[in-house]
C-alpha cells in the first residue's frame, strides 16, 4: 500500500501501531474520532515511522527468511528421522555426535524386515537429504548477492564478531539495513527486546527481564551466538579468514569485543547469576558492538560514495 500510494505521488508513512500514543478508556470511538487523533499526532510529531526498505534489501530479506525456513525444517526432519529410529528400538551407538559422516553410514546399513517400514524410514531419509542440498543451495545463492549486494561491507564488518558467520551478519543486515538510524548502542539494543524492562519509581528502582519487543528471530541469533563467548578469546582460522575483508581498525574493536564479552559472561556467572541470564547480558553487549562495527562500515560506504 505504502508502495502503490508512493506510485500515484502520495507522500505517506507507515506507523508502528505500538507506538501510538494511548489515552484513557475511550466512551465514544468512531472512524473520525480516530482519524483527527492521529492527524493530531502526526503534526505534534508523536507518531513513530517504521523504515520502509528498498526493493533489493526486501528481496535480501526475504532470501535469508526463507534459508531460516529451510533450516526449521531440516532440523524436524532429522528429528523425526531419529524418533522413527527410537520407536523401533533403533540407537545410534557408535559415535557421540548424531548426523556425521559415521552417523550416515550406520543409517545405510538400517534394514528393517517389513517392506513397508522400510519405505517409510527412506522417505523421511530422503526428506533430510533434500533439504539439506536445498540448504546449500541457498546458502549459494546468498553468498553471490552478498557479493554484489550494496551493504557488503557492513556485512563484513559485522562478520567480524566471534559467533556470527556470514550468513548470519547477512540477516542481520538484511533485517535492520539502516544501523545509523538509532542514535546510540542502547537505543539498538531496546529495538531488539534485549534490554531490560523497568518499573521504578521515585528512588526505587526496579529492573526485570527482557522487554523482548522487536525482532524475535533476530534476537534468538544474538543469543546463540553470545554462547560462544564462553570459551576463551582466540582466533581460528574462520575467524581469521572473515577478519581479512574488513580494515584493522574493526578487526581490533572485534578483538575488543571479545575480550570483554568472555570475561563479562564469567563475571555474570561469579556472581551469583544463572547461565541464560549470563548469556542474555552478553547478547546486549554483542548487539552494542554489532552496532558500533555496522554505523562505522556505513560511514565508510559514505564516504566511497561522496568520493565517486
Given at each position: 500500500?505504502?508502495?502503490?500510494?508512493?506510485?500515484?505521488?502520495?507522500?505517506?508513512?507507515?506507523?508502528?501501531?505500538?507506538?501510538?500514543?494511548?489515552?484513557?478508556?475511550?466512551?465514544?470511538?468512531?472512524?473520525?474520532?480516530?482519524?483527527?487523533?492521529?492527524?493530531?499526532?502526526?503534526?505534534?510529531?508523536?507518531?513513530?515511522?517504521?523504515?520502509?526498505?528498498?526493493?533489493?534489501?526486501?528481496?535480501?530479506?526475504?532470501?535469508?527468511?526463507?534459508?531460516?525456513?529451510?533450516?526449521?525444517?531440516?532440523?524436524?526432519?532429522?528429528?523425526?528421522?531419529?524418533?522413527?529410529?527410537?520407536?523401533?528400538?533403533?540407537?545410534?551407538?557408535?559415535?557421540?555426535?548424531?548426523?556425521?559422516?559415521?552417523?550416515?553410514?550406520?543409517?545405510?546399513?538400517?534394514?528393517?524386515?517389513?517392506?513397508?517400514?522400510?519405505?517409510?524410514?527412506?522417505?523421511?531419509?530422503?526428506?533430510?537429504?533434500?533439504?539439506?542440498?536445498?540448504?546449500?543451495?541457498?546458502?549459494?545463492?546468498?553468498?553471490?548477492?552478498?557479493?554484489?549486494?550494496?551493504?557488503?561491507?557492513?556485512?563484513?564488518?559485522?562478520?567480524?564478531?566471534?559467533?556470527?558467520?556470514?550468513?548470519?551478519?547477512?540477516?542481520?543486515?538484511?533485517?535492520?539495513?539502516?544501523?545509523?538510524?538509532?542514535?546510540?548502542?542502547?537505543?539498538?539494543?531496546?529495538?531488539?527486546?534485549?534490554?531490560?524492562?523497568?518499573?521504578?519509581?521515585?528512588?526505587?528502582?526496579?529492573?526485570?527481564?527482557?522487554?523482548?519487543?522487536?525482532?524475535?528471530?533476530?534476537r534468538k541469533m544474538l543469543v546463540e551466538a553470545a554462547k560462544s563467548y564462553r570459551r576463551m578469546p582466540r582466533k581460528n582460522n574462520k575467524l581469521l579468514e572473515r577478519w581479512a575483508r574488513v580494515p584493522v581498525p574493526m578487526r581490533d574493536h572485534a578483538w575488543k569485543a571479545q575480550r570483554r564479552l568472555f570475561k563479562q559472561y564469567w563475571k555474570?556467572?561469579?556472581?551469583?547469576?544463572?547461565?541464560?541470564?549470563?548469556?542474555?547480558?552478553?547478547?546486549?553487549?554483542?548487539?552494542?558492538?554489532?552496532?558500533?562495527?555496522?554505523?562505522?562500515?556505513?560511514?565508510?560506504?559514505?564516504?566511497?560514495?561522496?568520493?565517486?
Amino acid at each position: 500500500m505504502h508502495r502503490l500510494l508512493g506510485e500515484l505521488g502520495i507522500h505517506n508513512q507507515v506507523i508502528a501501531p505500538s507506538h501510538i500514543p494511548r489515552v484513557g478508556r475511550k466512551k465514544v470511538k468512531s472512524d473520525r474520532i480516530d482519524a483527527i487523533e492521529l492527524a493530531t499526532y502526526l503534526r505534534e510529531a508523536m507518531l513513530t515511522a517504521i523504515y520502509i526498505p528498498s526493493d533489493e534489501d526486501e528481496f535480501m530479506r526475504e532470501k535469508t527468511r526463507l534459508r531460516h525456513v529451510c533450516q526449521k525444517r531440516l532440523l524436524a526432519a532429522k528429528q523425526q528421522v531419529m524418533g522413527f529410529l527410537r520407536r523401533h528400538g533403533l540407537r545410534y551407538s557408535e559415535g557421540k555426535s548424531n548426523w556425521t559422516k559415521t552417523y550416515w553410514t550406520w543409517l545405510g546399513k538400517i534394514q528393517f524386515s517389513h517392506r513397508g517400514l522400510q519405505m517409510v524410514f527412506l522417505d523421511y531419509v530422503q526428506q533430510v537429504e533434500a533439504l539439506l542440498i536445498r540448504l546449500k543451495e541457498l546458502d549459494l545463492e546468498i553468498r553471490n548477492i552478498k557479493e554484489r549486494w550494496v551493504k557488503k561491507d557492513v556485512v563484513d564488518a559485522i562478520a567480524a564478531c566471534k559467533g556470527l558467520d556470514t550468513f548470519s551478519a547477512t540477516s542481520i543486515v538484511a533485517e535492520i539495513r539502516e544501523f545509523s538510524r538509532f542514535r546510540t548502542a542502547s537505543e539498538f539494543m531496546g529495538y531488539l527486546g534485549l534490554a531490560p524492562s523497568e518499573y521504578s519509581s521515585g528512588k526505587k528502582v526496579s529492573r526485570g527481564s527482557i522487554t523482548k519487543t522487536g525482532n524475535a528471530r533476530m534476537r534468538k541469533m544474538l543469543v546463540e551466538a553470545a554462547k560462544s563467548y564462553r570459551r576463551m578469546p582466540r582466533k581460528n582460522n574462520k575467524l581469521l579468514e572473515r577478519w581479512a575483508r574488513v580494515p584493522v581498525p574493526m578487526r581490533d574493536h572485534a578483538w575488543k569485543a571479545q575480550r570483554r564479552l568472555f570475561k563479562q559472561y564469567w563475571k555474570h556467572l561469579d556472581a551469583g547469576k544463572h547461565p541464560n541470564i549470563a548469556t542474555v547480558a552478553v547478547a546486549r553487549e554483542l548487539a552494542g558492538f554489532i552496532w558500533a562495527l555496522a554505523t562505522q562500515a556505513e560511514k565508510s560506504e559514505l564516504a566511497k560514495e561522496l568520493a565517486s
